[in-house]
């Protein structure tokens, strides 16, 4: 079966609990159609580069898909009629990555930046 990477912004007033469910629902829905979820990763509450229907934040989240292409239609079609999904997006990939996705991995990056730099601040 084709792989996909599907990703989905959610509305920012969600509680994580809705952002979980939501989650949930697209897996149960590709796994209803024969096909399989082999990744969830759920990036958080981001900033977003410009308003998307007022929104100025929204909730990340990832699935990597292994699933038909109709599968993937149904998914999308739901996305489509969901009012607190936003936007999405979904590509069709070679394969997955192995690990966590760019996204995760820059975070953790990020992190130990800045703990090098408060230790460079602090010998100084």
Do not use: C
């Amino acid at each position: 079966m084709p792989l996909y990477e599907h990703v989905f912004l959610a509305r920012q007033d969600l509680a994580q609990t809705q952002v979980d469910g939501l989650a949930a629902t697209a897996t149960s829905i590709i796994e209803e159609k024969s096909g399989k979820v082999v990744k969830t990763e759920i990036w958080g509450l981001r900033n977003l580069a410009y308003r998307i229907q007022k929104n100025r934040k929204a909730y990340y989240i990832m699935l990597e898909i292994d699933a038909p292409a109709d599968a993937i239609q149904e998914l999308e079609r739901q996305m489509a009629l969901n009012e607190d999904v936003i936007r999405y997006m979904t590509v069709r990939v070679d394969a997955h990555e192995q690990g966590p996705s760019a996204m995760m991995r820059r975070g953790d990056r990020d992190r130990s930046n800045r703990s090098d730099r408060r230790r460079d601040r602090d010998a100084a």
